[in-house]
Structures are given as C-alpha cells and as structure tokens.
Nanobody, 124 residues
C-alpha cells in the first residue's frame, strides 16, 4: 500500500511563495506519475500540475502556468510544488496523487493513491 504525506502549506500574503512537498512510501513501481490537485471550499477538486516518472513531461493548469513549478526527486520518492506570486484565488486544500505508469492524466478519478491534503491560504 502506498502512502502519501504532504507538507508545506500555510498562510501567506498575496504575492508570496510557498513550497509544498509530498513524500511517497510503501510499494511503488519504478514508473509512476505524481500530480497536484486542489480543492477550494464548495468546489470540485481540480488539476494543478503533473510530472511523469522521468521528468520529461510536466503540465500545468492555465491558472498556475508561469507561477507554479512541479519537480520530483525519485531518490527520495518526493514531488514538490513551488508556488510563487500567490493569489487569493489559490486558496485551497492541496492534494498530491500518484498513479502507476507513464501517462499524465488530469482527471482525479485516474489516480489510485492520495495524500491527506495540506491547506494553503493566501490573504489579500
């Protein structure tokens, strides 16, 4: 069973930065995709950014493109989300998710394992 643990959330002023981390443990295959989603109160969980197993493919939601950067350290089974120039509309619970294989889908239903989420709050 795979476990994912996120960290790094918090309260920040608009224009500030945060770096989220997600560490995977348990049985993981050598090839897997890691993706960040977020969910604001009363809204559906939406795609933020994804990275495939060998860092060749990264993809971002239009709303975060140019401000967020996803990266991963396979030696540590950890994925990061560097969030710069944060806006109040970025406020949400951020979840990391993992799926085996090399595809990088953006639908939450495509992912097998989820972390517990970390709260990001951006004040105006």
């Amino acid at each position: 069973q795979v476990q994912l643990v996120e960290s790094g959330g918090g309260l920040v002023q608009a224009g500030g930065s945060l770096r989220l981390s997600c560490a995977a443990s348990g049985h993981t295959t050598n090839t897997y995709t890691m993706t960040w989603f977020r969910q604001a109160p009363g809204k559906e969980r939406t795609f933020v950014a994804t990275i495939n197993w060998n860092d060749v493919i990264t993809y971002y939601a239009d709303s975060v493109k140019g401000r967020f950067t996803i990266s991963r350290d396979n030696a540590r089974n950890t994925v990061y989300l560097q969030m710069n120039t944060l806006k109040p509309e970025d406020t949400a619970v951020y979840y990391c998710a993992l799926r085996s294989g090399s595809r990088t889908p953006v639908g939450p239903h495509e992912y097998d394992y989820w972390g517990q989420g970390t709260q990001v709050t951006v004040s105006s």
